[in-house]
């Protein structure tokens, strides 16, 4: 199912959100182990990833479910693990400006979280609600 430049994709609606690098490596880890289901946390919610239906649902709600695939890391996408992409557009002014994706960075979002955090504190994972915009 994975292989050398593909990723894993959930669907949302209107279109896929690509998993983040962490959940795409440990689901690809459970399905080349042979894996026919498996339970992974994201976003701090649990999750069954089900290969033979090619599906993931929150293990809270089984009843909304959605398709999982694995394509091309150039596949036409909403975003990243819930990050909308943002679209830089060229215009007359700027051509070095491409439409190319770029995921903003979080850590300009939330500098007080990185910047007050201790040796001592808890480590601080900062992931986004991936069912947030579908």
């Not at 209107?14 to 962490?22: E, I, L, V």
Request: glycine share 8%; aromatic share 8%; net charge positive.
């Amino acid at each position: 199912m994975a292989t050398s430049g593909r990723k894993g994709y959930y669907e949302g609606r209107n279109g896929w959100w690509m998993y983040d690098q962490r959940t795409n490596d440990e689901i690809d880890q459970l399905f080349r182990r042979g894996e026919r289901r498996a339970e992974i946390l994201i976003v701090g919610h649990l999750y069954v990833i089900d290969f033979e239906n090619m599906t993931q649902y929150r293990l809270s709600d089984t009843q909304r479910r959605r398709r999982i695939k694995y394509d091309l890391m150039s596949a036409p996408k909403k975003g990243v693990a819930g990050l909308k992409l943002d679209r830089q557009r060229s215009t007359p002014h700027n051509s070095a400006a491409i439409d190319a994706p770029v995921v903003p960075s979080l850590a300009s979002s939330v500098p007080s979280i990185i910047g007050n955090s201790s040796s001592t504190d808890h480590p601080v994972v900062i992931r986004s609600r991936s069912d947030a915009d579908g």
